[in-house]
């Protein structure tokens, strides 16, 4: 069955350093792939889709990139501050009208 | 542009009752999806409609059942509660459906089951 994992519940790192979340995926081929964040007690929100034949992607503070050999996508914060603590989700787009499916999340701590 | 709405906020029932969640998506967006959220399975799917009819759905018993209406406003419905089912009920919207879009979440519905 199709899986997706995020490399780990939490991380917590220091203000001003690269925050690098992990998302591996298997049993399928996305055609896309988008993260999110979410804050508590709230709805996720979007802020990049990276598609199949896209090896990077970027805006702003953040990048993505999506490795379809290694089926996994990194996503990285640089310079990163106490407001991009949250939790950060990946959803994989296998096509064909199916529906995204999410992992479970990185809770990212920045400290000051 | 108003975002999505979800009514109500916060609902809590017993055991054995039934329950529906509303969700109003942003104004022209046809495709609404919701999903289920709890600690330990995270984010899952329940089922996607789009012009009224339901195109996808998730691995979800019976009991969880919805329906889109003409202006796409959708509601889901869940009868015989159970105590598992407490959890937060997202509704998501986008302008179509199949083509990977980006979903724009509402708050969510923050139902407990006592």
């Known amino acids: 069955s199709q899986k997706i994992e995020q490399n780990s519940e939490a991380l917590n790192i220091q203000e001003g350093k690269t925050a690098t979340l992990t998302c591996n995926y298997t049993n399928y081929s996305p055609a896309y792939l988008q993260w999110y964040r979410q804050d508590p007690g709230r709805g996720p929100v979007f802020l990049l889709l990276i598609r199949e034949n896209e090896k990077e992607k970027r805006k702003e503070r953040l990048k993505v990139t999506f490795d379809t050999t290694l089926k996994q996508s990194l996503f990285h914060i640089t310079a990163s501050q106490p407001a991009d603590s949250a939790t950060y989700l990946c959803a994989p787009w296998r096509g064909s009208q199916g529906n995204l499916i999410f992992g479970k999340g990185t809770k990212l701590s920045v400290k000051p | 542009k108003a975002g999505v709405t979800q009514t109500p906020r916060y609902l809590i029932k017993t055991r054995g009752q039934q329950v529906t969640l509303s969700c109003s998506p942003i104004s022209g967006h046809r495709s609404v999806s919701w999903y289920q959220q709890t600690p330990g399975q995270g984010l899952q799917f329940l089922f996607e409609?789009?012009?009224?009819?339901?195109?996808n759905k998730g691995n979800f018993p019976g009991r969880f059942s919805g329906r889109q209406f003409s202006n796409s406003r959708s509601e889901m419905n869940v009868s015989t509660l159970e105590l598992g089912d407490s959890a937060l009920y997202l509704c998501a919207s986008s302008w179509t459906s199949g083509r990977g879009n980006e979903q724009f979440f509402g708050p969510g519905t923050r139902l407990t089951v006592l």
């Open positions: 409609y789009f012009s009224e009819t339901q195109r």
